[in-house]
């Protein structure tokens, strides 16, 4: 017999079967056929009454089937000795489990035999299976019960050890015998069941109405027998949908509770009324290109999807939303052009003479003392987050100017606290460049000519500059206009200066 899962209104069921293996199926067995033939002998040498009798064979019956599944359920050996009197494997072992399971149930019969039958019939085998303990609802239906509701069953397992579980036995559905592991629905108290993993491990919400039993629990119920699953779904619409596999159980904590289902079947995959769960892509990337400004709110109530099926195919088709940058001014049409001009000449410069090994720049930045930066946390539900203090506006800073190249950084300077650049500052700065070039790249530029960048900053535009650059025999590149997002500093130091700083606090120059 095969147990059931099953889910009636995102609900789960599971009935079950017993599940005896190896080594712990001998040794339950054994002691089961001692007792059984210690009443055998006990009830002939004292000529029990039918009644009596009638207990003996139920109970033989129990032991008999018992033993059955056991055989049923033992591993197979392949390309492995038959002799089970070798116990040099493990598959010599099991067949030596397997041959006393033969003796028992072979002992079993001859015990039975050994009784004469009653003239009258007794109600006595079926009390005898009712005070069996259930060891899920399936059971429970087996001993007469038919109506869905509370009922106490004691699983055999390690997590259990022989504890009894309060459940709910879905009497109802598919011939019945479902014992329900969750269930969700319309009732009077809503059940959060955005939980954390302790609450999954141990089980949640009101046995009668919404619920889940715990990952412990199905761990226990799916490892003593063979079990199927079945979901049983409805909409808004009130359209009903199940889905059934075959096998299911799922294993311990250590494994993360990792779940295996056997086969599919059922209606869960048919077309229905309602939202679908994916959109035409094509379809999508005509909204997104008429307004590239859209939110996937709008997307959603145009397409008539959740919204969280909008975000799921944007990611699909490789799309992001991004916040525009802010840059200092509007570009007009002169602006573009110079600098296309600006790039389209940098390009021919490199695919002629190399020029990337031979460019260097510079740019300025300020550095704080304390870099302590606000950052999110993993915290438990209810608890609140940490907290960082905001920077102060009176945070000391300095301003740092540096000077590098392809090869990484030939000259920096940091300034005074209260001091920032000027031109004559920036002037005597290029004079030192100019030696630090001499000393640090001094075989680079021995015969090529420094290809100079900067942007066009005030102290960089000045006359003073101009004429320092004049001496220095530096080739300046052009910088666009209004083309801060051009700059080589922008695009690469400024990015891993904050992460290189991040935490750290200085306590003076």
């Excluded at 007794?122 to 399936?138: E, I, Q």
């Excluded at 949908?241 to 075959?246: E, Q």
Aim: proline share 2%; glycine share 4%.
């Amino acid at each position: 017999m095969k147990s059931r899962i099953m889910v009636p209104k995102l609900s789960l069921y599971l009935g079950s079967t017993l599940f005896l293996q190896n080594m712990w199926v001998a040794n339950i067995s054994f002691k089961l056929l001692l007792l059984l033939l210690i009443t055998a002998i006990k009830t002939q040498a004292d000529s029990a009454a039918c009644e009596q009798k009638e207990k003996h064979l139920a109970i033989l019956d129990l032991a008999k089937e018992s033993i059955s599944k056991a055989k049923d359920l033992q591993p197979v050996c392949v390309n492995e000795s038959k002799d089970i009197s070798s116990n040099s494997s493990e598959c010599g072992a099991k067949e030596k489990v397997s041959a006393y399971l033969d003796i028992a149930k072979n002992l079993i019969e001859e015990a039975k035999s050994n009784y004469s039958a009653c003239d009258t019939a007794s109600n006595l085998t079926k009390v005898v299976l009712l005070h069996k303990k259930p060891t899920d609802c399936s059971e429970i239906l087996e001993n007469g019960e038919k109506t869905s509701g509370e009922y106490m069953i004691w699983p055999r397992n390690r997590i259990f050890n022989d504890m009894q579980l309060k459940v709910y036995c879905d009497m109802d559905t598919d011939d019945g015998g479902w014992t329900v592991i969750q269930r969700r629905g319309n009732f009077s108290t809503k059940i959060d069941f955005y939980r954390t993993w302790s609450y999954y491990k141990d089980g949640f919400g009101n046995i009668s109405e919404e619920f889940w039993i715990g990952n412990d629990n199905i761990f226990g119920l799916t490892n003593q027998g063979n079990y199927i699953v079945r979901f049983d779904m409805e909409n808004v619409d009130k359209e009903y949908r199940f889905a059934t596999y075959s096998s299911f159980w799922i294993e311990d904590e250590t494994a993360g509770y990792m779940v295996h289902f056997g086969n599919y079947t059922g209606t869960a995959d048919e077309p229905r009324s309602g939202r679908p769960i994916e959109v035409d892509c094509e379809q999508l990337k005509q909204i997104i290109d008429q307004d590239r400004n859209v939110s996937t709110r709008t997307i959603a109530l145009e397409l008539e999807v959740c919204q969280k099926t909008i975000v799921n195919d944007l990611k699909r088709i490789n799309l992001a939303f991004k916040f525009n940058r802010w840059v200092p001014h509007e570009l007009t049409a002169e602006d573009k052009r110079k600098r296309k001009s600006a790039c389209l000449a940098l390009l021919r410069n490199q695919r002629k003479e190399k020029i990337l090994d031979r460019i260097v720049t510079c740019d300025e930045n300020w550095v704080y003392y304390n870099n302590t930066r606000r950052k999110g946390g993993w915290s438990a539900l209810g608890e609140s987050a940490g907290s960082v203090a905001r920077r102060a506006l009176t945070n000391k800073k300095v301003f740092l100017c540096f000077w590098w190249d392809c090869q990484g950084i030939i000259y920096k300077k940091y300034l005074k606290i209260v001091q920032t650049i000027n031109s004559a500052i920036y002037s005597n700065m290029l004079i030192k460049v100019r030696d630090a070039i001499r000393e640090k790249r001094r075989n680079k530029f021995r015969r090529k000519v420094v290809l100079f960048h900067q942007d066009n900053a005030r102290p960089h535009v000045s006359t003073m500059a101009g004429w320092t650059l004049y001496r220095l025999e530096w080739n300046l590149i052009q910088h666009p206009p209004y083309s801060t997002d051009m700059e080589p500093s922008d695009l690469c130091l400024f990015l891993h200066l904050p992460l290189h700083l991040d935490g750290v606090i200085f306590n003076s120059n």
